[in-house]
C-alpha cells in the first residue's frame, strides 16, 4: 500500500514561486455572480470566525476557519473548495459545521496560481489556475492545516468535506492520511486522465482508503456519468480493498444536477441539499466526530 500511494505524497521540494493570493477576497466569486435568492447566510453568534494564515512548506497560505467561541478537544471539519476558491459559500459552509460544534477550516489551496474568486470566464479559470494545481502540492497543504488545527483546540478526530473539485481531493486526502477518520465528497470527479499534476484519481485509490468515505452524487450531472461513479462503487468492494474503502458508501440523487448543494447557484436543489447535509453530519457522527447534528 506505501508504495501504491507514493504518488501523492508531498513533493520533497515544492515550487518556490511565491503566493499570488496572501488574502481571500469578501463575497461571492465573481464567476458565479449573480447569487441566488435562495442563498443560505449563517450568522457568526457563538463563534470565532475569520482569516488566518497557515503555514505550509514554502510560505503561508490563507484560509477561512469558524469554530466554537468556548470549548476545547474540537473535532475538525476540514472544507474543501469549489474551483471558485474559498468564497462566501464555502465561508458559511464553515460556520455551519462550527454552529454544531467543530473546528471548520477552508484553505484556499490555490493560492500560489492565482485567485479564483476574481476571474469570471470559466475556461479562464480552469486553465490558469485550476489545471495548474498539483495533487501533491495539495495534500503537503492540507498536512499543514491539520496541524495549524492541532494548535487552535482543534484535537479531536479530523473529518474531510469537499465540493466538485474539492470532492475529488476528499477522496484523494482520504487514500494519503492516516489522520483523517472520515470523508464526505460531495460530487467530485472520480475518474480521469492522469498526468503530471494529477497522476491518480479516486478510482485509482479507492481500494486504498485510509478513513472511509461518503460520496454524494447528483443523477443529472452532465460532467460526472454515473458510469464513472458506478466504476468507483466497485473499485470500493473489491476484494482487495481495504477496510475503509469496503466502509464507504455512495448516494446518488437521481434528481440532482452538479452543484446541487450549492445554494447561491441555480443548481441548488433544497429537497437533495438538506438530506445530503444530515447525511453527511451523520456519516462524520458515526465515524466518531463528536458533532451536533442540529444547530443550538
Request: aromatic share 8%; glycine share 10%; hydrophobic share 45%.
Amino acid at each position: 500500500m506505501q508504495d501504491d500511494l507514493r504518488s501523492l505524497r508531498p513533493l520533497s521540494g515544492l515550487d518556490r514561486r511565491g503566493f499570488v493570493t496572501t488574502a481571500l477576497v469578501s463575497g461571492f466569486a465573481t464567476a458565479t455572480l449573480p447569487v441566488s435568492a435562495s442563498t443560505i447566510t449563517t450568522d457568526v453568534s457563538g463563534l470565532e470566525a475569520g482569516e488566518t494564515q497557515i503555514l505550509v512548506a514554502d510560505g503561508k497560505m490563507p484560509a477561512y476557519f469558524a469554530r466554537p467561541a468556548a470549548g476545547r478537544n474540537l473535532p475538525v471539519i476540514l472544507v474543501i473548495q469549489e474551483i471558485f476558491g474559498v468564497h462566501e459559500h464555502i465561508r458559511d459552509v464553515c460556520r455551519r459545521f462550527a454552529k454544531r460544534g467543530a473546528l471548520a477550516v477552508a484553505p484556499e489551496l490555490f493560492a500560489r496560481q492565482g485567485n479564483p474568486a476574481t476571474v469570471s470566464d470559466l475556461q479562464v479559470l480552469m486553465r490558469d489556475i485550476v489545471a495548474k494545481v498539483p495533487d501533491a502540492q495539495v495534500m503537503s497543504d492540507l498536512d499543514a492545516t491539520v496541524r495549524w488545527a492541532r494548535g487552535e483546540r482543534g484535537t479531536g478526530k479530523i473529518g474531510i468535506t469537499g465540493f466538485c473539485w474539492g470532492g475529488r481531493i476528499t477522496w484523494l486526502y482520504a487514500a494519503h492520511s492516516s489522520d483523517v477518520a472520515a470523508g464526505v465528497a460531495w460530487y467530485g470527479r472520480v475518474v480521469g486522465q492522469p498526468n503530471e499534476l494529477q497522476p491518480r484519481h479516486p478510482v485509482d485509490v479507492a481500494a486504498l482508503l485510509r478513513a472511509p468515505v461518503l460520496g454524494l452524487y447528483a443523477g443529472r450531472d452532465r460532467g460526472i456519468p454515473l458510469e464513472g461513479v458506478e466504476r468507483m462503487r466497485v473499485a470500493l468492494s473489491a476484494s482487495d480493498a481495504s477496510a475503509a474503502a469496503r466502509a464507504s458508501s455512495i448516494t446518488v440523487y437521481p434528481e440532482a444536477e452538479h452543484g446541487f448543494y450549492a445554494d447561491y447557484r441555480p443548481s441548488y436543489r433544497r429537497e437533495d441539499a438538506e438530506p445530503g447535509f444530515r447525511s453527511a453530519l451523520d456519516w462524520f457522527v458515526r465515524h466518531g466526530l463528536v458533532l451536533a447534528t442540529s444547530p443550538p
